[in-house]
């Protein structure tokens, strides 16, 4: 039996391309960037261009952008570098009850050292609602924290909406853009935010490698205390051949982003049909109309997740209940929780679907029989 990845939301495979590009850093290029000699200006020549690329794709400048090691790295910088550096203006920072925890858990350790959080609900879609953002506004509010594009359901968020509410404020806006990067187009300064974070492995580069913007201008204090690499910001030798990889999947992306969108809402729309088709009991949760084309979050009625994943581990189909960081919990969703309150049947018989390079129209066919099949099973 074949088996089927669905789970792109949680990691992708790497393009065939990245792997190209990365495999002469890793065999030429070991200068360190820092270092003034030829080898160390080899290395430093490809980290500028791949500032650059990776600028130019949010439409920001080269100097704002910051190379971590990945999405949570760059989160953490993003709401604990602005909260340490800009107190003194305010303890106060507003972020949603349905972000990734890599925000969360920052937020609930600022909390532990005397800063004040406010986790802004969200609707029965899973949508902030900005007038709720705009009350909770104060006079010490410092930073404003809102991802992009949920990572268990694909709702977006409406990011430029907060933007434009944040504007004239003093607290800067951060967004988790991880799941929304090389889907959608970001523009830094049309949505007006401050900070936003990205990973590579979600968009078919290597693990371990990210980037943070930091606009122009911003305090921020840095996590990490050694050399003075990425302007003072993020210190450590950088991962050159990481990047390398990363900038390429950028490139892909950027120039495929259209095309991908637009079969992976295919898939999900063949998906959807033949569960239907096949008479499953079935909720998307989420609108619809405002899911992200690679995201499918389903309630199976009458079911529960951990017999639903282990049914379909053995069937060959790769899914998930939610955020890969919290994958062998059989915890209820906080984001579910959080649309539909803690008790309701959906936060325990949810799966997430999330639909990538790995699939074609055929494997998507062959996987939603499969999931038919196994939930027509369990619910009898």
């Known amino acids: 039996m074949q088996p089927i990845y669905l789970d792109h939301a949680a990691t992708t495979p790497v393009h065939p391309e990245v792997i190209q590009d990365m495999v002469p850093v890793l065999e030429e290029v070991y200068g360190n960037p820092s270092s003034v000699h030829h080898f160390g200006r080899k290395a430093r020549q490809i980290l500028d261009e791949c500032r650059r690329i990776a600028a130019n794709s949010i439409g920001a400048n080269e100097k704002d952008i910051v190379f971590t090691s990945g999405g949570t790295e760059a989160d953490n910088l993003a709401l604990i570098g602005v909260a340490r550096a800009n107190q003194h203006k305010g303890k106060h920072i507003i972020t949603s009850s349905i972000e990734h925890h890599a925000v969360l858990h ?40 809102i991802m992009a594009v ?22 800067y806006f951060h967004t988790d853009a991880v799941q929304a990067y090389g889907m959608i187009d970001l523009d830094v300064n049309e949505l007006e935010v401050d900070l936003l974070s990205v990973s590579s492995h979600k968009i078919y580069g290597p693990k371990g490698v990210g980037f943070l913007y930091v606009r122009e201008g911003l305090n921020i204090e840095s ?80 079911t529960n997740v951990e017999s639903l994943l282990v049914n379909f581990d053995l069937s060959g189909i790769a899914a998930s209940s939610g955020s890969a960081c919290t994958a062998g919990s059989v915890e209820p969703s906080h984001v579910l929780s959080a649309m539909y309150g803690a008790e309701n049947d959906r936060t325990v018989n949810s799966i997430r679907f999330s639909f990538g390079l790995a699939n074609d129209e055929t494997n998507v066919q062959e996987a939603a029989l499969r999931v038919a099949s196994i939930v027509k099973r369990l619910v009898k």
């Open 106 to 145: 920052a937020a609930e350790y600022l909390e532990k050292n005397g800063f004040h959080v406010t986790y802004l609900p969200v609707t029965e879609n899973g949508k902030v609602r900005v007038q709720d953002l705009e009350s909770a506004l104060t006079d010490e509010t410092i930073l404003v924290s």
């Open 223 to 302: 996590s990490q205390h050694g050399g003075q690499q990425e302007r003072k910001r993020r210190p450590g030798t950088e991962n050159v051949a990481g990047i390398k990889g990363f900038i390429r999947a950028i490139e892909l992306v950027e120039q495929e982003k259209k095309d991908r969108a637009n079969t992976y809402q295919t898939y999900k729309d063949q998906f959807i049909s033949i569960l239907k088709k096949e008479g499953i009991d079935f909720t998307v949760n989420g609108d619809i109309q405002q899911l992200m084309p690679s995201i499918l979050n389903i309630s199976f009625p009458g």
């Open 150 to 171: 949920n990572n268990e359901t694909g709702m977006k968020q409406p990011i430029k909406e907060i933007g434009n509410a944040v504007r004239d404020h003093q607290a």
